[in-house]
């Protein structure tokens, strides 16, 4: 994949827009705790062993970006930011204990009233029913994996099948019955790959002979840092629980589903438990039987992407389309010797995106270098559809960086906030990037800590150079700039002491 100096692009901006006049469709498919590791476009030790061929076309087709940050890495809230263009703390729904308020301005809404057909198809996890949606199908809380029921607008209607499939069944399904002569907004959102993972029963078989590199950080000590990450409850050793290792299941599975599904785990579980190991070949065991079936999920999804790229082409709505995937966050894939997600460390804090939107966005571009983030979704939808952007909505949209001509004022930090307090071990915190260093807040009493990371010589995160003299100026100009954050998203006071 070439890597282009963006601003040579800028001619697309006139020649593209003026191509897709008519009002482009918008296709967002949006997966759970996806993390760029896994995506075989962003390359890493897993591309070659678990390739995403049909994912992968999006990024050949059009941008791929590389510093993608959430601004709260939690199911839940992510979801409302990418409904509203706004920060947690401003649209209500800071943790997934919350209710979302379905009264509120919102992208759907928006949309529908410019003229478009709009509907969500797969994972909701907000709590309230959908609103402002022409139509709805979601999975009540975090669903599972096998035969699902679908909350239909307003009736459970229960479906056989793997969910990621049935998700895109239905996703085909109301594009088949869309007025063509109206343009479509469709989010076709994904269980997969949240845990816990238990794969399609096609998939089982998918790396069985293969070792899985381990990261390098798997047996993490947490030295060097503040001792927030040591108080962790997200451990591959010692935290994921029976069900997330497939030594228990959680779908309610057809007889004949269980029976190839147990089959196939069963006699492996039986074999780990007589083997009955200790320490470090323990951990080893977990990982391996973890990140697989992890992996195995994401093959679902990526064939699926593969089955909403086919519609398009054959029924003539690729070149009018705007195809954009991305996921509510990052995840730990053993870094760290963790699973899950919530901390602002670059394997959870960043999510892929990718976007095509032919003959306006450039194919095979790689953007390394503009800090974007899920906050710029709902605005980029709304310009993108022509439809304008109200005031309160604090994301910029995309639009101006997927031509090539990022505005010289985008920003050059990011602000980052997380709220569950306890959660997995993971405490609240707060923090700022420039894309190089990061300094991160721990301001709960039992921590009261900071950390600062330059990425460029530390990009594992390994040793917080918070405090150290060579840094300083560093350290000042972040601080400096988390205050300035805070004032400009209308956060309370304090906290910095």
């Known amino acids: 994949m070439k890597h282009w100096n963006l601003t040579a692009l800028g001619f697309l901006l006139l020649s593209g827009l003026s191509q897709a006049a008519e009002r482009p469709n918008i296709l967002f498919i949006f997966c759970d705790d996806h993390a760029t590791q896994a995506i075989s476009a962003y390359g890493g030790p897993l591309a070659g062993i678990a390739p995403t061929p049909n994912i992968d076309r999006i990024a050949k087709e059009g941008m791929l970006f590389r510093k993608c940050y959430v601004t709260n890495s939690i199911c839940g809230p992510s979801r409302a930011v990418v409904l509203t263009g706004k920060y947690s703390h401003r649209n209500g729904f800071r943790s997934n204990g919350d209710t979302f308020d379905g009264s509120q301005e919102t992208v759907p809404k928006l949309l529908g009233a410019a003229g478009y057909q709009t509907a969500i198809v797969g994972k909701w996890h907000l709590k309230s029913e959908p609103t402002g949606f022409d139509h709805f199908e979601v999975l009540k809380g975090q669903g599972q994996y096998y035969n699902p029921g679908l909350l239909t607008n307003g009736e459970m209607i229960n479906h056989e099948g793997y969910t990621t499939d049935i998700i895109t069944d239905q996703s085909l399904k109301w594009l088949e019955q869309c007025d063509p002569e109206k343009p479509f907004f469709l989010m076709s959102q994904h269980k997969a790959p949240h845990g816990r993972w238990e794969p399609a029963l096609r998939h089982l078989d998918f790396l069985e002979d293969v070792e899985v590199p381990e990261p390098p950080t798997l047996f993490d000590d947490y030295s060097g840092r503040s001792k927030a990450a040591s108080r962790h409850e997200m451990g591959i050793a010692d935290d994921m629980g029976d069900h997330r290792l497939m030594l228990k299941y959680s779908s309610k599975f057809t007889p004949a589903q269980f029976e190839k599904f147990d089959g196939f785990f069963r006699p492996k579980n039986e074999a780990f438990l007589a083997a009955n190991l200790e320490g470090k070949d323990r951990t080893r065991w977990h990982f391996q039987r973890y990140i697989k079936n992890y992996l195995r999920c994401v093959q679902a999804v990526d064939e699926n992407v593969g089955r909403l790229l086919e519609y398009l082409d054959e029924n003539g709505l690729a070149e009018n389309t705007i195809v954009i995937y991305s996921s509510d966050q990052g995840f730990y894939l053993g870094e760290h010797g963790w699973f899950d997600k ?156």
Do not use: C
């Open 342 to 497: 919530r901390w602002m460390y670059e394997e959870s804090f960043r999510t892929p995106l990718l976007v095509r939107w032919p003959g306006v966005v450039a194919q095979g571009v790689v953007n390394d270098r503009d800090l974007v983030s899920n906050l710029d979704f709902a605005s980029t939808f709304l310009e993108a559809a022509a439809t304008d952007i109200p005031e309160d909505i604090q994301g910029e949209s995309l639009v101006p960086v997927l031509t090539g001509e990022t505005p010289d004022d985008w920003r050059t930090s990011h602000y980052y906030h997380y709220y569950e307090s306890g959660g997995h071990g993971v405490p609240v915190h707060f923090g700022v990037t420039d894309g190089r260093y990061k300094l991160i807040r721990f301001p709960e009493k039992e921590i009261d800590d900071w950390e600062l990371f330059d990425l460029q010589a530390d990009p594992l995160e390994l040793e917080s150079r918070y405090g150290d003299p060579a840094l300083e100026e560093v350290q000042n100009g972040l601080k400096k700039e988390l205050i300035r954050l805070r004032r400009q998203y209308k956060l309370p006071e304090g906290g910095l002491d």
